[in-house]
């Protein structure tokens, strides 16, 4: 919830305020959701938009949603926007190393320090 609160909610604000629809999954899945359906719905549709941005953090790759997540999107092709976030290249999982290949967008401090400044 870190990341959510550091980066992801303020560049949902700033995406939103420009009209991109974007969908976070805090808002969007209610208490008797069924998760699995509800999350690879919203993954097909966003296919049809502009995509996904994955924040791979040092948690990403030890959660098993997260990692559901990224693998629907590799298995239907599905686009999506690498961002580093608090972590390097050298830091994701060897089984991951093929997204090492990935035009990766690295961010090492918060974004409210970008916000700021």
């Known amino acids: 919830r ?56 040092e948690t990403f790759f030890y959660k098993e949603w997260c990692l559901k997540e990224l693998g629907y999107a590799l298995e239907k092709k599905i686009p999506f926007f690498p961002v580093l976030y608090k972590i390097k290249k050298e830091d994701i999982p060897s089984e991951y190393t093929f997204l090492k290949n990935y035009n990766l967008l690295m961010l090492l401090t918060s974004f409210k320090t970008y916000n700021s400044i």
């Open 2 to 57: 870190e990341v959510y609160y550091e980066f992801v909610n303020p560049l949902n604000n700033i995406l939103n305020e420009i009209g991109l629809k974007t969908w976070v999954d805090k808002f969007e899945i209610n208490i008797g959701d069924e998760i699995i359906d509800n999350l690879y719905t919203v993954l097909d549709k966003s296919a049809g938009y502009y995509g996904i941005i994955f924040i791979f953090d």
